[in-house]
């Protein structure tokens, strides 16, 4: 949806996912009301990690994927619709985008992506649950039943964070699963929060309901397969296996095969 911008002061938006708070600052109408429309949910109050001064330009989807440069002090994202810049030290950016929900969500999932790799964290597709007040992440392909078991604990009455992408990240304890505004079939507009993580299955549709173990080695294979990364920049590659290790070093990986009839596998989490 296209959102035409004014001349007027437009004021500003406060966004904060996954403990990351995002200013941003414009004279576009079109792009606060977008960005307050779209990240209703993840609207905060207080300071910033990061002050975007935001302008609106005109620009089309080419290429599809965002190139993402980061060189320790700075950070820079490109594509056809957006250009960005961050200055890691002092927090200070600039972004030129069009002014439509499409271009932020590309934007937001480029710099998070980005930022989380570099935090020590992922950006994962996968399906999020909440039990008893605990994340659990289910990893899978395209088609491997993500939004299916979404919708079924949903059904059940569980929490879901999203069924499509689940943010994670090193904190106090261990990881932490955050929420993301970033959905699939299920389209809602984002569940904001943070959960310790409880483990991370690898997703498969079966006949009957079963959790066995996995090794490590198909655990990192999945893992590394699910992850959205933009950034090919030295170092990312190392980025990710670092933390992938780590990440295998702590958290507890299994798989779960689930029918899709109903949603008894809750019990086996």
């Known amino acids: ?4 911008g004014e001349n007027a002061r437009a004021g500003s938006a406060r966004l904060e996912i996954a403990g990351f708070r995002m200013l941003f600052k414009s004279d576009s109408v079109g792009i606060i009301t977008a960005l307050k429309k779209r990240y209703g949910r993840f609207l905060c109050a207080g300071g910033a990690d990061c002050r975007f001064e935001v302008s609106e330009a ?10 993402v440069v980061y060189d320790k002090r700075s950070l820079k994202l490109k594509r056809g ?13 600039t972004l030129k985008t ?6 932020l969500d590309a934007f937001l999932r480029s710099l998070l992506s ?13 399906a999020g649950l909440v039990k008893k007040g605990r994340a659990y992440l289910f990893l899978g392909k395209s088609g491997a039943g993500k ?36 959905w699939g079939e299920m389209r809602a507009d984002g569940r904001p929060g943070g959960w310790p993580l409880g483990g991370i299955f690898l997703l498969g549709k079966a006949k009957t309901n079963g959790v066995r173990p ?32 780590e990440l295998l070093g702590k958290a507890a ?15 086996l989490i």
Do not use: W
């Open 253 to 267: 990986f299994s798989r779960l095969e689930f029918t899709k009839k109903d949603a008894s596998f809750l019990e």
């Open 114 to 126: 980005s930022i989380l790799l570099r935090s020590g964290g992922f950006m994962l597709h996968s």
């Open 58 to 67: 005109a620009g089309r989807q080419n290429p599809f994927k965002p190139a």
């Open 214 to 245: 996995c090794s490590k080695p198909e655990a990192v294979k999945l893992l590394l397969r699910c992850l959205l990364n933009f950034d090919k920049s030295q170092g990312a590659g190392a980025a990710v296996l670092a933390n992938s290790a």
């Open 1 to 4: 949806m296209s959102l035409k």
């Open 147 to 182: 939004s299916t078991l979404s919708k079924l604990a949903a059904g059940a009455g569980a929490e879901v964070i999203s069924d499509e992408i689940n943010l994670l990240r090193p904190g106090k304890g261990g990881f932490r699963v955050y929420g993301s505004p970033f």
């Open 81 to 93: 619709d957006f250009e960005a810049a961050l200055d890691l030290v002092s927090g200070a950016g």
């Open 98 to 103: 069009a002014a439509s929900e499409q271009c």
